[in-house]
């Protein structure tokens, strides 16, 4: 099957920045939307970004202007920039994907394990 394996994740001083990745592995025919999502503690999972296969981004009103996604697809990859960091970014960063693994199957979605974000002094 399909597997989305995240990287990139770690600890970093508020106004710093990190790179994440989710590289999507298995049986694939096509990616389709990508995006990332996190969860923190005591608070729902929330959308941070996401990106369709022709590049239409999304973002979340707290992290846009800070955060950027993107997309390779020849790499079946997506990537999230993350700019100007505050504490309150400290979260689990999950990677998600909607992927047909055969042309004549409906696109399923996938999730990713999570990387840990933590922003502190």
């Known amino acids: 099957q399909v597997q989305l394996m995240e990287s990139g994740g770690g600890l970093v001083q508020p106004g710093g920045s990190l790179r994440l990745s989710c590289a999507a592995s298995?049986?694939?025919?096509?990616?389709?939307?990508m995006g990332w999502y996190r969860q923190a503690p005591g608070k729902q999972r929330e959308l941070v970004a996401h990106i369709t296969r022709g590049g239409n981004t999304h973002y979340d009103s707290s992290v846009a202007g800070r955060f950027t996604i993107s997309r390779d697809n020849a790499k079946n990859t997506v990537y999230l920039q993350m700019n100007s960091l505050k504490p309150e970014d400290t979260a689990v960063y999950l990677c998600n994907a909607w992927v047909q693994t055969v042309a004549s199957e409906n696109q399923r979605n996938y999730w990713g394990q999570g990387t840990q974000v933590t922003v502190s002094s």
């Open positions: 298995g049986n694939i025919f096509s990616i389709n939307a």
